[in-house]
């Protein structure tokens, strides 16, 4: 509930500078977060995890579309998936860099007892649970195998 009422506030406060790439994004946001409440089940609201869940969604499939307009040479699409994949991380708490991941995900592996690549769905267990929203399930699975492998 409080990503909704932010989100109309930075809508409103985009509106009145006629910000349209802010805008663009934030309208985003807003569609999925009704979305989701509308959806079966989502009746009774949107918890703090599930809406870090929804942002980190819809910045996947931005990047996703980024990545396919840059194999397009189509720079003006690309742009403006960036200008999105911007405004929505703008609302997600704050990245973890590698050398960080690094260094929770191996306290992760001494505590799971992890000692090989076999161990991975042990440590992608835990360490997603513990780093939800802090980092992506890709860099955390990059950082779990390259600590796990031999």
Do not use: H
Not at 86 to 109: R, T, Y
């Amino acid at each position: 509930m409080a990503l909704e009422q932010t989100i109309n506030d930075a809508i409103k406060t985009a509106m009145l500078a006629k910000d349209q790439v802010k805008l663009r994004g934030l309208r985003a946001i807003k569609a999925a977060v009704l979305l989701a409440k509308t959806s079966e089940g989502g009746g009774a609201g949107l918890s703090e995890a599930d809406e870090i869940k929804l942002l980190q969604k819809l910045v996947k499939s931005r990047k996703d579309s980024l990545d396919i307009y840059q194999k397009q040479n189509r720079e003006d699409l690309a742009q403006k998936e960036k200008e999105e994949i911007d405004v929505i991380e703008s609302f997600l708490p704050k990245q973890l860099g590698e050398a960080e991941l690094k260094e929770i995900i191996g306290k992760i592996i001494k505590e799971t007892g992890a000692a090989t690549a076999a161990d991975m769905g042990k440590v992608m267990a835990a360490a997603t649970k513990q780093l939800a929203g802090q980092s992506d399930g890709k860099t955390i699975s990059a950082v779990v195998k390259s600590l796990l492998a031999p």
